[in-house]
């Protein structure tokens, strides 16, 4: 299952959508809003994404999750617009028969999202805001020659 | 031939609009784009070592050739999760 929304993320709700009875254990990412940011405090985030071609990435990224490993249920949500801090930005739930599988796949699943989905993550300091850039996705740029010639 | 040109976050904020039709000659490519806006806006030309390019809502090489009615995306360094 992936979704983006702009409501609150409830963990328990998405737990539930991936617990079966077939599963031994079940691997939870919870990526929340953080109180600084280089160096500075970050008083509110804001996060926008581009919707259907984030949407399909995301329905990529499972099923490369179902491909590699053996698992039975995975669960990618993320949050868009205000999210204040503490709260859920994006929620990743896998669970397998064995703890192998849902720890390798939950962690394949943020790192992909994280370098390749289009979503955006603005953080609004006391003294002005600034985009913020994952350090992956630059880096993925330049090894990839997919920017600017140079 | 016309396209429509989407942008988002810091691009967006460049060019000051997130969604614009633009005429293109034939044989125009993904890096065309890039040239055309980052010749008209300062800041989005800053941006343009970092940017990715999809069309049709998938992440294309900058020597990539459009074709009319494409969707063209710039997506700035992503900052999900």
Redesign the interface.
């Known amino acids: 299952m992936v979704r983006i929304q702009e409501a609150k993320i409830h963990v328990e709700e998405i737990l539930g959508s991936v617990v079966v009875p077939e599963a031994g254990g079940v691997d939870v990412f919870i ?1 929340t809003t953080r109180n600084h940011a280089n160096g500075k405090n970050v008083v509110a985030l804001h ?4 919707v ?3 949407l ?1 990435m995301m329905r990529g990224i499972e099923k490369e999750l179902y491909r590699r490993w053996k698992i039975r249920a995975a669960a990618i949500v ?1 949050r868009v617009g205000e999210v204040p801090v503490t709260e859920a ?2 929620v990743i739930a896998v669970s397998a028969d064995h703890r192998a599988d849902a720890f390798a796949a939950c962690r394949y699943a ?1 790192d992909t ?10 953080e609004i300091f006391e003294d002005g805001e600034a ?4 350090i992956e ?2 880096f993925k ?1 330049q090894d990839r020659s ?5 | 031939m016309k396209i429509f040109v ?1 942008f ?3 691009a967006r904020e460049a060019v000051g609009s997130d969604n614009v039709q633009v005429a293109v000659k034939e044989g125009a490519t993904a ?1 065309d784009v ?1 040239e055309l806006f980052g010749s008209q806006f300062e800041t989005m030309n800053r941006l ?5 390019v ?1 069309v049709n ?3 294309v ?2 020597d990539h050739v459009l074709h009319e009615g494409d969707e063209v ?1 710039i ?7």
């Not at chain 1, 999202?113 to 993550?121: A, E, Q, T």
């Not at chain 2, 343009?48 to 990715?52: D, I, L, W």
């Not at chain 2, 700035?76 to 999760?81: F, K, N, R």
């Open positions: 990526g996060y926008e994404a581009y259907p071609m984030a399909e993320h930005s994006v943020i999202l994280k370098k390749d989905v289009p979503i955006w993550k603005k985009w913020a850039e994952n996705a630059r740029i997919i920017g600017y010639e140079s | 989407k988002f976050a810091s890096n890039l343009r070592p970092y940017v990715r999809a809502q998938s992440y090489v900058n995306a997506i700035p360094p992503v900052s999900g999760g």
